[in-house]
Nanobody, 125 residues
Framework: VQLQASGGGLVQPGGSLRLSCAASGFTYAIGWFRQAPGKEREGVSCFSSFDSSTYYADSVKGRFTISRDKTMNTVYLQMNSLKPEDTAVYYC??????????????????????WGQGTQVTVSS
């Protein structure tokens, strides 16, 4: 499976961005992770087409929405009400062995063998 992440950029606080992650092969669950300078990479969100399960980190609940285009095998992360603390490199990741987002979080990343290249999101005035 190959993943291609895109959609990052510079946005003012309160603004919005939509990230895309295009998968070349079929996989059920695709997640988003982010890593800010000097911090560990953390889980942000996940969508599974196996059971329609989703995951959101507490820090993004109510602001971010994940969705999936089944035809294109692309996952989108709509990010609204962005804050400076959302600034990070965002990665999408997957593994065919992980079919659900139930129990997802930062700790699942060690099981994910396929990662996109990352896209920079900067929230600043």
């Amino acid at each position: 499976v190959q993943l291609q992440a895109s959609g990052g950029g510079l946005v003012q606080p309160g603004g919005s961005l939509r990230l895309s992650c295009a998968a070349s092969g079929f996989t059920y669950a695709i997640g988003w992770f982010r890593q800010a300078p000097g911090k560990e990479r953390e889980g942000v969100s996940c969508f599974s087409s196996f059971d329609s399960s989703t995951y959101y980190a507490d820090s993004v609940k109510g602001r971010f929405t994940i969705s999936r285009d089944k035809t294109m095998n692309t996952v989108y992360l709509q990010m609204n009400s962005l804050k400076p603390e959302d600034t990070a490199v965002y990665y999408c990741a997957t593994d065919p062995a992980i079919i659900s987002c139930r129990g997802y979080g930062s700790s699942v990343q060690k099981y994910l063998r396929f990662w996109g290249q990352g896209t920079q999101v900067t929230v600043s005035s």
